[in-house]
């Protein structure tokens, strides 16, 4: 089982990116596949999900209205959407499973005990 993240980079306030995990070793379709980010000095935060049922998704209130997150079953990988970026989106970019076919929420947080993550992207937005 392997994520895989790309898409990242340095882009204005205002603009966007498309992030993407690539997964082998499983079919993710299956699966609930999250975005988390991390920023520098601040704790892990669940940004969105996809579930392995009825594809329903769930977006974190800093991230609803801006970010779309998809699938796209013929190469196996989830996307992440980001629209009207802002420099409090900066921030390295995870996605990861934890093997449940829906979305897991703790205390309205999207939450993952144990998981399988991949390696990160860095998402910079600064003019």
């Known amino acids: 089982v392997q994520l895989v993240e790309s898409g990242g980079g340095l882009v204005q306030p205002g603009g966007s990116l498309r992030l993407s995990c690539a997964a082998s070793?499983?079919?993710?379709?299956?699966?609930?596949i999250y975005w988390f980010r991390q920023a520098p000095g601040k704790e892990r935060e669940g940004v969105s999900c996809?579930?392995?049922?009825?594809?329903?998704?769930y977006y974190s209130d800093s991230a609803k209205g801006r970010f779309t997150i998809s699938r796209d079953s013929a190469s196996n990988t989830v996307y992440l959407q980001m629209d009207d970026l802002k420099p409090e989106d900066t921030a390295v970019y995870y996605c990861?499973?934890?093997?449940?076919?829906?979305?897991?929420?703790?205390?309205?947080?999207?939450?993952?005990?144990?998981?399988?993550w991949g390696q990160g992207t860095q998402v910079t937005v600064s003019s």
């Open positions: 996809v579930s392995g049922t009825a594809y329903g998704t």
């Open positions: 070793g499983f079919t993710s379709d299956y699966y609930a």
């Open positions: 990861a499973i934890d093997g449940k076919r829906t979305c897991t929420l703790y205390s309205g947080n999207l939450y993952i005990e144990f998981g399988t």
